[in-house]
Each structure stands twice: as C-alpha cells, then as structure tokens.
C-alpha cells in the first residue's frame, strides 16, 4: 500500500472514530494559545511530575494532554500508547481533551501489521486509543465523553 | 405454552416499544454489514478465527498453564475457581484481605453468571457497576437485555427517570447527552474513590500472559487504573495462543458488535501498576464439561459480540429478559441448555432455523445446527407439547402419499374459503400475530396441466 493511501486511510477512519485530524509542522503547532494550560507529556520533566496519583482534583481537571504515539492503524484510526509513552496510566483517559501526536512514517495498515510491529515488546500497559470515550446506551443516540476523554485530536507530522 | 413464549408476549404488549426493538437492533445488524463488507477478506478472518479458537480449545490446559507462568511472571497473582461460589469466594477474600471496600466495575458476562454482585452486596461490599448500560441496569435492579447493549430494552423517558431518582437529574429530563453527563459526573467520583476495580475479560494471551479488554467507553480503565487493586475474571476459553491472534479478533469483534472498525479502547493489561496489585482469577464454571460434549464444544468459541442477537428474528421481536438466561438470543438458547435443561426447555424452539446467526457469527458457530440438535434431544424427553406431536405425525403422513396430499389440499382450500373460523379455533396461538391467506382458485397442479404446454417450445 502506497504512503498516501496508508495516510488517507487513516485520517478518513480517524475522523469516522469522533476525533479531529490535524497536521503538525513541527512543535510549533502545539501551543498554549490554543490549548490553555495543555500538559505536553512528550516532555520528560512533566512526566516526572505526574507520576503518582496523590491529590485526585489535580487530575480530575486536566483539560488538555499530549502524548507521542509510535503506532497508528489506517484500517480503523486507532493510535497505539503504552506505559514509556505516560507517566502514570489513567492519564490518557482522565483528561477531558486528549492529543496524540503521531508520525506518518508510524502508521501500519491494519492490526495484524500493528500486533507485528509489537512484536515481543514487553509493555505493561499498552492500549489501542480510536476516537474519544463514546457510548450509545441510550436509545442508541451516540454520545462522547462515557468516561474517558470527550475529545481526540490527532497530530499528524511527517 | 413456553415460558419464553410467555414472556414474549408480555414484551409485546407494548407494541410501539417492540417495534422499536426490532428497528433498533436491525439498525446495528446493517452497520455490522457495511463493516464486514469495507472488509476484502472477511470470510477468511472468520475463518481464522474459528480455527485459532479450535486450536486453543483442543490445547487449553497447555495455554492455560502457559499463560498462568507468563502472567506470574509478569507479578500478577493468579487463581483458579472451578465454580462461581469459589469465584465469589477468592474476590470477597481479595478484597478483604487488601482492606477495600468500594469497588468498580466493568462489564463481565462471566461475574452476571457467578452473581458476583449479589454475593459481594450481602457481604457488605459497595460494588458499582460503571459500564453506562450496566450502570443503568443496576440502579433499577434489573438484569441485561443484551450482551452488548445491556439496556436496548429501555426508551430514554424510562432511563431519565431512574436518572431522577438515583442521580437527581432533572424531573422529566430524557436527553442522551445530558443524562450520559450526569452518568460521568456520578462514576467519575467512583472511580477516584474505589479502592479496586474488577473487569471481565476479553482474551487472555497464553504466550505473554497479557488480559485484553475492549470497551468504548473506557470504564474499564477508569477504574483500573486509579483503584490499587485489580481483579480481572476470565473464563477459561478467553485464552488465545499469541499476540498476533489479536490482529485477527480485534478485527472481527467491533464490526461484528456495532459495526465500528474497532472499540474505542483495545486495552492490554499485562503487569500490575507501581505499587498495584493485580489478581486474575480463571473459571471454569461448567465449561470443562462442555469442552467434551459434541455441541457444546464450538459454544466455547464466542467472543461475545452480540451480532447473533441482533441479526435473530426472534429476539428483535421478543426481547432479551423474554429468554429469562444471563445470555440470551442463539447462543444463550445454545448455552442454555448446559446450565439447566428445564428451564432452557422451550428456548431452543424460539428459533425460526432461518441460519442468519450461523452466517453472521465472527468465529463460526453453528448456531442453528445447535438449536435443531437441542430440539431433539428435549423431544426425547417428552418436553413437546402432544398437539404438536400430533400435527406432525399427521403431516408426516399426509406428506409421504400424493393422495393424501390432494385430498387434504382441496380441504384446506375448502375450509379457508367458507370457513376460516374453523381453521382459527385449533390455531388460535399461531393466528393471533398472523392472518390466514385467501385460498387461490384452482391448485398448482391444475395451473400447471393447463400452462405447461403453453410454455414448452
Ligand atoms: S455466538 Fe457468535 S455471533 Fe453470537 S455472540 Fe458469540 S461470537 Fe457473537
């Protein structure tokens, strides 16, 4: 499968998910402004300080978290995290907005690819994250947000 | 009259709200179609995965003993209940020795069938169930309707009022976002303050010792990952061989369940969290036996995807409580049988044997095939009714001699035509949902004498 399929495929299937697509030009497009008060977990020392879950309103209102991904699947949207990628393991669905950033050299075609790329790796938490918390319990009506985060945004960067 | 026919009948009642039903549940078959077809070699991967599920039960003592030293390995703390009062048991003990109190969980069919919640209740327990639909499930005492969708039953008038009630929404409020916001509020605080949670499981991976859970709404790790304590409950069929045999299932379960490419949340839990305690807990629970019995066997294979409910003509229309089973539709009535043979009685003749479960199921169950060889088994046992015996040791006659068969032809036209009431009287269960045809005026065969030159060249 060529690139561009393998990307279109997979911006296509992220957005079916509930999730937005957007493309980053490096870290520029990941700021502040635009996301008050975001917590980029790509960055080692804030991952030292998340570590323990020690007062639950310092998590309960986080708004915007950022996480790097190795691992995306065209087939359904889905992004791979796993414990290196957060410091502690109820981040990436605590938070009420959730960023994952990704490259396009990363992305595989489908889960027998993705499980390949795996591999033996031994993660001790690992989860294929596609779309944000979703539930139709009620009456089948589609609702974001269940538990986990109400909203996705994918980094795509080259 | 069947005790599910019975039931049937109460869910039909309602007659809007059962149309509703059929629609809804149509609606998710149609997804789940336009999934598998988006899919070139769908056929293929069901065919694989009914052959990975073969090969694990054909070798389960093997993989269980693997994935037990993998996962010991990995520091999680493994047990083995034979049965749900052993189940019940080890997580009460778990609990108590930990010190927790409060507990969350996430959907497990396998806990519903051990009556996990009731037992941890009575022993002064809080468990909260935090799975949207389950949660609504809990807070009006009532059991599933479906394994997917557990509350496919209710309207949103029905579940803004439990919402009232237990949660203090608005009087009156019935829309889906805002009662599923009011949902997230109350289980949030749950989740912080649990001091364990409990998931089913989905598939156990005997070469890594990995448990996998799939939700969408991520309860499951909500709950997992803030309490200290957690406490997966498998049953010995969840386990698969290796890690690339998830490519396969996690293919086949969210398009065959709701027709979504995959869950929102494909989480592998493989070691404990620092300073966490995980625990796995593997039941048997009357699986063994069906591990060797000629049908019961393949029932092993399910993934609990729901699709066989959702595609089955008769649980659109009867409803999920009306199978009166923890698991209802084809493969409930298939199961059923195995946990008590009178009860499961009339459910393997709630089935048209129109096959759509077979030809949907991800991991090809002959589902159909099950429920014709239960059919006759329980006929063995007297279990059918005597007039229904009669009529078909009548037809079987009638069918076997063309003369019989003309005569009974030409009175039935007779009886239809001048006498429909009389056709009625003796049928009254079948009439009731059904009209009774107007008769043609002359047979096929006469038809045919005078046509069939017509249309020879
Ligand atoms: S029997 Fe097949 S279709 Fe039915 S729930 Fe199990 S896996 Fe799904």
């Given at each position: 499968m060529s690139k561009t399929i393998l990307v279109n495929n997979f911006i296509k299937n992220v957005r079916t998910a509930g999730a937005e697509v957007l493309f980053s030009p490096g870290e520029a497009a990941v700021s502040t402004d635009r996301?008050?008060?975001?917590?980029?977990?790509?960055k080692a020392d804030l991952r030292l300080q998340y570590q323990t879950l020690e007062n639950s309103e310092q998590w309960t209102d986080i708004a915007h978290a950022l996480f790097c991904s190795r691992l995306g699947v065209a087939e359904n949207g889905a992004v791979w995290l796993e414990d290196a990628d957060m410091p502690h393991r109820i981040l990436p669905f605590i938070t009420r907005h959730l960023i994952l950033r990704l490259a396009?050299?990363?992305?595989?075609?489908d889960m027998h690819e993705a499980y390949a790329k795996l591999g033996q790796d031994n993660f001790g938490f690992g989860v294929f994250i596609s779309g944000p918390s979703k539930t139709a319990d009620i009456e089948q009506s589609l609702v974001y947000g269940a538990h986990g985060a109400k909203e996705l945004t994918v980094l795509l960067c080259d | 009259m069947s005790q599910h026919s019975k039931k049937a009948r109460r869910f039909l009642a309602d007659a809007k709200r059962a149309a509703w039903h059929d629609e809804t549940l149509w609606m998710v078959r149609c997804k789940r179609d336009r999934a598998a077809e988006a899919v070139d070699d769908w056929e293929n991967l069901r065919g694989q995965a009914s052959d990975i599920k073969e090969k694990a039960l054909e070798n389960i003592p093997q993989y269980i003993r693997q994935f037990k030293e993998a996962a010991r390995q990995n520091g999680a703390i493994v047990m083995e209940a034979s049965n749900h009062v052993m189940l019940q048991g080890y997580v009460a003990t778990i609990l108590r020795s930990n010190g927790a109190l409060r507990v969350v969980k996430s959907k497990s069919m396998l806990t519903e069938e051990c009556g996990l919640n009731e037992y941890l209740i009575e022993q002064g327990f809080t468990i909260i169930d935090t799975d949207l639909g389950e949660c609504i499930m809990q807070l009006r005492r009532e059991p599933p309707?479906?394994?997917?969708?557990?509350?496919?039953?209710?309207?949103k008038e029905e579940i803004g009022e439990t919402f009232h009630k237990h949660l203090g929404t608005e009087a009156g409020a019935s829309d889906p976002t805002y009662l599923a916001q009011a949902a997230r509020k109350y289980l949030r605080e749950q989740f912080l303050s649990a001091q364990a949670a409990i998931t089913g499981v989905n598939f156990a991976v005997a070469e890594t010792g990995t448990i996998v859970v799939c939700t969408n709404e991520g309860n499951a790790d909500m709950g997992v990952h803030a309490a200290p304590i957690q406490i997966h409950c498998m049953s010995i069929e969840k386990i698969i061989p290796a890690m690339a045999d998830l490519g396969v299932f996690t293919r086949l379960l969210a398009r065959s369940a709701t027709g979504q490419a995959v869950t929102a949340y494909t989480s592998h839990y493989r070691t404990p969290k620092p300073d966490g305690k995980m625990y796995i807990i593997i039941v048997d629970n009357g699986r063994s036996e069906r591990l060797y019995h000629p049908t019961g066997?393949?029932?092993?294979?399910?993934?609990?995807?729901?699709a066989c409910m959702n595609t089955c003509p008769v649980y659109r229309r009867s409803?999920?409580?009306?199978?009166?089973?923890?698991i209802p539709g084809p493969i409930g009535s298939a199961i059923a049988p195995f946990r008590d043979f009178r009860t499961a009685a009339g459910l393997p003749f709630?089935?048209?044997?129109?096959?759509s479960c077979s030809n949907i199921c991800p991991v090809r169950i002959n589902l159909h095939e099950q429920l014709y060889y239960w059919r006759q088994e329980m006929n063995s046992y007297r279990s059918t009714p005597i007039l229904r015996k009669l009529i078909m040791k009548t037809a079987a006659l009638v069918l076997a001699k063309p003369l019989y068969y003309r005569l009974a032809g030409s009175l039935g036209r007779f009886f239809l035509r001048y006498f429909p009431f009389m056709l009625k009287l003796p049928l009254r269960a079948w009439t009731r949902g059904r009209k009774l045809p107007r008769p043609e005026r002359q047979t096929f065969r006469q038809w045919y004498a005078r046509n069939a030159s017509k249309h020879t060249s």
């Open positions: 996301w008050p008060g975001l917590l980029d977990f790509s396009t050299d990363s992305l595989v075609a | 309707s479906h394994i997917v969708l557990p509350a496919i039953h209710l309207r066997r393949s029932t092993l294979k399910c993934i609990r995807c729901g409803g999920g409580h009306s199978y009166g089973q923890v709630a089935c048209s044997l129109c096959e």
